[in-house]
Structures are given as C-alpha cells and as structure tokens.
C-alpha cells in the first residue's frame, strides 16, 4: 500500500483560507468604516480629517483641529477622504495578528461631534452582534 | 410598508413615562429649560438599521437601533445621583425584555451606560437601551 504525503496541498489549502479570512474580516471593518463615513457631518473637514483604524498596541492618531480653518462646502470630497484614509488603514492591517482593531477620531473637538451625531455609538449598535 | 420608526418612538416615551422617581424629561425636539438645580433626562431616538430580515418575497422588515437617555444633574455633587438615575433606567429597560404600546411590540436587546462627564453646569450620564422589532 502507497501512502502519500500530502503536506504541501494541505498547507497551501490552509494558508488560502487564512487569506481568505483576513479579506472576509477587513470587508467587515470596511462596511463599519463605511457606516461611520455617512454620519460624518463636514464643516471645516477636520473631524472627517482625523479618523485612524488601527491595530492593538497602536497609539498613533490622526488629529486636525478645526480652529482657524473655513467652512468648507465640500462635504461629499471630505467624505470621501475620510473613507479613503480608513480603507487604507485597514488594508495595512494584519487581521490574524491584530486581535484587536480600533476606530479613532483624534480631532480635538471628536467628542462634542460624537455625541451630538452618535457616530461611535451607532456603529457599535448595528456591529455588535446579537 | 409603512416605516412603523413613529411608532417604535412612542413605545419608548410612553414607557419611559411611567417610570417613577426620575427628574423633568426634555422629550426631543421640545422646548424645554432645565434647571441648574434640578437633573434632567434628554431621550432621543436613534434607528440604525430598517431592512428585510430575509431575503425572498414579502419578508419582514427588522428594525434596530437604540433609545439614548441622557441623564443630567447638577455639576459638582458626586455622581450618586446620576448612577441612581441610569441604574433605574436599565433595570427599567432589562435585555430580554420587551416593551409595548399600542400594538407595537419592542424587544430590548442591551440596556448599558456610558461614563459620565461634565458638561457646563451639570453631569451627564449617557445610557444606551438598543432595541429590535419586526414588522
């Protein structure tokens, strides 16, 4: 009886579905960066300047303060800035090793839009699962 | 079908209503003047999902999203008073419960609290009561 060793296809399997993983794990972390983005409201674009995803142990934050800067009617461009930044940053994460990810918004002025528009809160609500 | 979010509201005031021993509520986007004396409760309805709970035709809509109640009392006396208020609130509005009013039936399915901050001249304590239904 001949029995073969297999070891090469069986690794090779598991290494597609650990990619698979990451990807099907950083398009969920999109959809909530995605959910965020929509809430955004844009006046200067500071907030929406300021949104970091990150990995744990990461302490790095983007901060823009909206002091001195105009009002801006290019809300949809700020938007889309602020969806940008946080696909980037979580297609530079490593899923598998993260453990944790965190969302941030290090603008000075974060925690009086937050509460006013419930950004943090209401993706948490609809991600939280059951 | 008709958005029934109307409807989910008033379950949540009128629930939130009967609950005794609470301070004045400042409902939304009512007229209200708190006093810097007295705490105060400031409710606002926040739907963050209404979408078919199936795929196919005629399913059922799910509606989620959470009742925040922010609960106010005068800055510099501790936080006892404020912890009280939201403790009453989430016993009030325990996960696994449901509310009704009028027919319409609301599963609670998270009753939390925030920290609590200083806000000008009071402290606030955000509690958070997240919700489903289907209609």
Do not use: C
């Not at chain 1, 995803?53 to 002091?67: A, C, E, L, P």
């Not at chain 2, 409760?41 to 196919?56: D, K, Q, S």
Request: no cysteine; aromatic share 10%; charged share 25%.
């Amino acid at each position: 009886m001949r029995v073969r060793n297999n070891y090469k296809s069986i690794k090779a399997k598991l290494n597609k579905a650990l990619e698979d993983l990451g990807d099907e794990g950083k398009d969920y972390l999109k959809d909530i960066a995605n959910t965020m983005v929509v809430r955004t409201p844009v006046v200067t674009g500071a907030f929406a300047s300021s949104y970091s995803v990150v990995g744990s142990g990461s302490r790095s934050t983007r901060s823009v303060s909206s002091k001195g800067r105009p009002k801006t009617r290019e809300v949809e461009n700020y938007r889309a800035l602020a969806r940008d930044t946080m696909y980037s940053d979580i297609d530079g994460l490593d899923i598998l090793k993260s453990g944790r990810v965190q969302f941030k918004n290090g603008a000075p002025h974060a925690p009086e839009v937050n509460d006013k528009y419930q950004i943090f809160a209401v993706a948490k609500d609809k991600y939280r699962g059951i | 079908m008709a958005d029934i979010t109307p409807n989910i509201r008033s379950v949540f005031e009128t629930e939130l209503n009967s609950i005794t021993g609470l301070p004045p509520i400042g409902w939304e986007n009512v007229n209200f003047s708190p006093s810097t004396s007295v705490g105060y409760l400031e409710p606002r309805l926040v739907p963050t999902r209404r979408e078919p709970a199936v795929r196919g035709i005629n399913p059922q809509i799910l509606y989620q999203g959470y009742y925040l109640i922010e609960v106010f009392t005068p800055s510099g006396h501790g936080p006892n008073k404020a912890d009280t208020y939201a403790s009453t609130l989430i016993g009030h509005f325990e996960a696994t419960t449901d509310i009704s009013h009028s027919g319409t039936i609301v599963s609670i399915r998270y009753a939390e609290r925030d920290l609590g901050i200083k806000e000008d001249a009071f402290y606030k304590v955000p509690v958070r009561i997240g919700y489903y239904t289907y209609n």
